[in-house]
C-alpha cells in the first residue's frame, strides 16, 4: 500500500511547476507584464511602439539570473533583438513567436502563477503569452483577420 502511494505520489509530482525565490519571481512577473504589453502592441500595430516596448521586456529579462531559467531566457532575447523597424511584420511576428516559445517553457515549468497563460494558433502556427486576469477571450496579435483564432495550451 506504501508502495502505491509513493507511487501515485510521485506521478503527480512530475507535472508539478518547480517554486523559483521571491527575488526572481517578481522580476519574471514584471517581464510577463512587458510582454503584456508587447502582444498589446501588435494590435494596432505601430512597429516604433512595438520595438520600444521590445527594448523594454529584452531590459527586464535581462535581470534574470536564476540558473535554470537564464539560458531559457537568452534564447528568448536572442529573438526579441531580431524585432526590428526595419522588417516586415512577418518576420516580426516570426520573432515575437520564437520569443514566446522560450517564454512559455518558462511559465509551464516554473511557478509564477496562473494569471499568464499559453495560447496557439493552428492557422498561422504561432503561439503566444496572454494575461487572462484582463483577457479572457483569445487575443491572437499575429493576424488582425483572425484577432480570436486559437486556444489555450
Known sequence: MKKILVLIILG?????????????????????????????????????????????????????????????????????KKIANSNSRDDNNKYYHFANVYLIRVINKFDLGEKYQAYYCPMVRKKWIQDISKKE??????DPTMPHCGGRL
Request: glycine share 0%; hydrophobic share 35%; no cysteine.
Open 12 to 80: 503527480f509530482s512530475i507535472f508539478a511547476k518547480e517554486a523559483v525565490d521571491p527575488k526572481t519571481k517578481k522580476l519574471l512577473i514584471k517581464s510577463l507584464e512587458t510582454n503584456e504589453k508587447l502582444h498589446e502592441s501588435y494590435f494596432s500595430y505601430d512597429v516604433k511602439k512595438v520595438v520600444d516596448v521590445k527594448k523594454d521586456l529584452v531590459k527586464s529579462l535581462t535581470k534574470v539570473e536564476h540558473k535554470k531559467i537564464k539560458p531559457i531566457i537568452k534564447n528568448a532575447i536572442k529573438y526579441l
Open 137 to 142: 477571450k483569445v487575443h491572437n496579435p499575429y
